[in-house]
């Protein structure tokens, strides 16, 4: 009895196994038409899968507008910020442009920086010896250079015209040593600060601002630029900026260590200032002529 419900199971599982391979076969040939239960779980299939996925992309969509709109906002209040300081920038310019008109008219001056001609020069030369003190330059007397024109390059001042040749000419550097390489500058701030720069420190790579009042208030970090007081140098020329502030060695006057916005070290592109004879200085020169003969 045993051995008949044994073969009995076998028999039930080799039709089983032969009815699957069948279903399989039949459900992997090419049909043009289900059956009913395939029809019927496809279907079920797919009605499940739509009523889970339209809450979910409706949420996931909610989300990512969310977002959009966070980040819409934020650009907007990037862009109002922006907005809201080219309009405080454009007043400014229009107040100091008005400003520069009336004391024009107070002063009668017409003089500026536009009164200088910026001329461009390589530099052809350098001792190794004096590498912080000389350059010689392309440009000489006939482009109509003179002795103590002010040198530049596109980050600031970097010396003076020292002697003038036909062809060429010898620039002395702000960081030379020499106590007679002096040139009026202002230490831009809440008031114009007035002092010389004078002395070069080798080791810390600063300019020294000398001949500033003790008590005038002078903090890191502030502009300085030229002067234009000695009338050789056109007025605003960068120098550099304040990095320490410390009394001289009489304790009566402020000096003023300056990083120069040049590099003394790397120049090899230069502009020289040269300045403009306007029309009104030659009707000067030519009345005082007229005037002596």
Do not use: C
């Not at 007397?141 to 970097?158: E, F, H, Q, R, Y």
């Amino acid at each position: 009895m045993p051995q008949f419900f044994l073969n009995k199971r076998l028999i039930i599982l080799l039709v089983s196994i032969i009815v699957l391979v069948a279903l399989i076969g039949f459900s992997l040939r090419e049909r043009s038409k289900l059956s009913w239960p395939e029809q019927f779980v496809k279907d079920t299939t797919g009605w499940v899968q739509s009523l889970v996925s339209k809450p979910t992309n409706y949420i996931a969509g909610f989300f990512e507008n969310l977002q959009d709109l966070q980040n819409t906002y934020n650009e907007n209040k990037e862009l109002k910020s922006r907005l809201d300081n080219l309009v405080s920038l454009e007043s400014q310019v229009q107040a100091l442009k008005k400003d520069n008109e009336e004391l024009r008219a107070v002063l009668d001056e017409e003089k500026t920086l536009r009164d200088f001609e910026p001329l461009p020069a390589t530099v052809i030369g350098r001792n190794p010896d004096r590498w912080h003190e000389m350059i010689i330059i392309d440009k000489g007397s006939l482009n109509g250079l003179k002795k103590n024109m002010a040198v530049v390059t596109a980050n600031g001042l970097i010396g003076k015209v020292k002697s003038v040749n036909k062809f060429s000419s010898t620039v002395q550097l702000l960081s030379a040593t020499d106590p007679k390489n002096r040139i009026s500058a202002i230490v831009q701030g809440k008031t114009k600060v007035y002092g010389l720069v004078e002395g070069y420190d080798k080791e810390k790579k600063l300019l020294m601002v000398k001949a500033i009042p003790a008590g005038a208030e002078i903090e890191k970090g502030q502009t300085v630029i030229t002067s234009g007081l000695g009338g050789i140098f056109p007025e605003g020329l960068l120098v550099g900026k304040v990095v320490e502030v410390k009394p001289d060695q009489y304790g009566l006057n402020l000096t003023a260590l300056v990083k120069p916005g040049a590099d003394f070290y790397d120049i090899k592109n230069v502009m020289v200032t040269k300045k403009i004879m306007r029309e009104a200085d030659v009707t000067d020169l030519t009345d005082g002529k007229e005037e002596g003969s």
